[in-house]
Nanobody
């Protein structure tokens, strides 16, 4: 059974930092694409970042490029999202998701999802 568990959200002031973690089990970690999506109230779910650890392939949305960093730890089957210079518009529920092989833009292409973790950025 594939399981993803996201945690690390919380309340932070604008300009601050948070690190989200996603623990993954039940799939071949190295050649799976593990992505972070987020969904703000009243908005569609959007992709934030994605990584395929076997080849260190990473993808970022334009809205977070240069502020967020995605990384993986193959030994722990975990993916992290380091979020710096947070803005109020980063407030959302963040989800980690997985699919085989390569990163994709659309949430519908990811078969496996963790529960969300709420990030609230106060201005």
């Amino acid at each position: 059974e594939v399981q993803l568990q996201a945690y690390g959200g919380g309340l932070v002031q604008a300009g601050g930092s948070l690190r989200l973690s996603c623990a993954v089990s039940g799939l071949t970690f190295g050649n799976s694409a593990i992505a972070w999506f987020r969904q703000a109230p009243g908005k569609e779910r959007e992709g934030v970042a994605c990584i395929v650890s076997d080849n260190d392939d990473t993808v970022y949305s334009d809205s977070v490029k240069g502020r967020f960093t995605i990384a993986s730890d193959n030994a722990k089957n975990a993916v992290y999202l380091q979020m710096n210079s947070l803005k109020s518009e980063d407030t959302a529920v963040y989800y980690c998701a997985a699919k085989p092989a390569y990163c994709a833009r659309y949430a519908s292409l990811y078969a496996y999802w963790g529960q969300g973790t709420l990030v609230t950025v106060s201005s």
